[in-house]
Nanobody, 122 residues
């Protein structure tokens, strides 16, 4: 599975962005697809995930503001980010767990896309 993340940009506090993750090669319809983020000098942290069943998971910092989804073909996943805050500034990565474990630690994910930068100005 090759992943390509896109959709980042520079926005203001309160704005919205939609990130996309496109899969080439094997589709990820029955896998867990997750989004992580990493700010400079910090660890890569869990943001959100959607399991093969469609069950969604969110980190505490984004609950109620972000929404993860994907298409039925299993080629595209999305992260809708609303009410953005300066602390959301980071590089965002999509990742896939082909064992569909629905976990929140990066060690469970075998495939990663490159990061897309999100910068939220105050």
């Amino acid at each position: 599975v090759q992943l390509q993340a896109s959709g980042g940009g520079v926005v203001q506090t309160g704005d919205s962005l939609r990130l996309s993750c496109v899969a080439s090669g094997r589709a990820f319809r029955w896998y867990t697809v997750a989004w992580f983020r990493q700010a400079p000098g910090k660890e890569r942290n869990f943001v959100a995930a959607i399991a093969g069943s469609g069950t969604t998971y969110y980190g505490d910092a984004v609950k109620g503001r972000f929404a993860v989804s994907r298409d039925n073909a299993g080629r595209n996943a999305y992260l809708q980010m609303n009410s953005l805050k300066p602390e959301d500034t980071a590089a965002y990565y999509c990742a896939v767990d082909p064992k569909d474990r629905g976990r929140q630690h990066r060690s469970f994910y075998d495939y990663w896309g490159q990061g897309t930068q999100v910068t939220v100005s105050s």
